[in-house]
């Protein structure tokens, strides 16, 4: 594993060391149909806090729906780079979007990283 600049006090950590590394993964994302050129933006984030670090990477979509599969939950989109097909949770989005729209999908991801030292009992 390799760590960054931002992991405070990494170099209390000593060879041999029992440490807790809690990782925690979190992801959501949105479609709305809007209008305008395909386009995508990212954006970075991050945070440090009590030892932890935490990071969320944003991607921001203007994409056009090229199908949509309800009985699947399912909607293909052919953005500025690529074309992809993303689960559908909710059923009535189907009743929203349909092929030919152009959407703007926004998927973050943030992660949430913390060393701890192991307390042996005595």
């Known amino acids: 594993m390799v760590a960054s600049d931002e992991v405070k006090n990494f170099d209390q950590i000593m060879i041999g060391d029992k440490v807790v590394a809690k990782y925690n993964v979190a992801i959501s994302a949105e479609v709305t149909k809007m209008t305008g050129p395909r386009e995508r933006v990212e954006q970075t984030t991050k945070a440090r806090e009590a030892g932890s670090v935490t990071k969320a990477h944003t991607v921001t979509i203007l994409a056009d729906v090229i ?16 074309v992809v097909t993303i689960d559908v949770e909710n059923p009535m989005h189907f009743n929203l979007v349909k092929k030919g729209d152009r959407v703007l999908v926004t998927y973050t991801e943030a992660i949430a990283l913390s060393l701890e030292p192991v307390h042996t009992k005595k």
Do not use: Q, V
């Open 67 to 82: 199908a949509t599969d309800p009985p699947k939950r399912t909607m293909t989109l052919r953005g500025p780079k690529n």
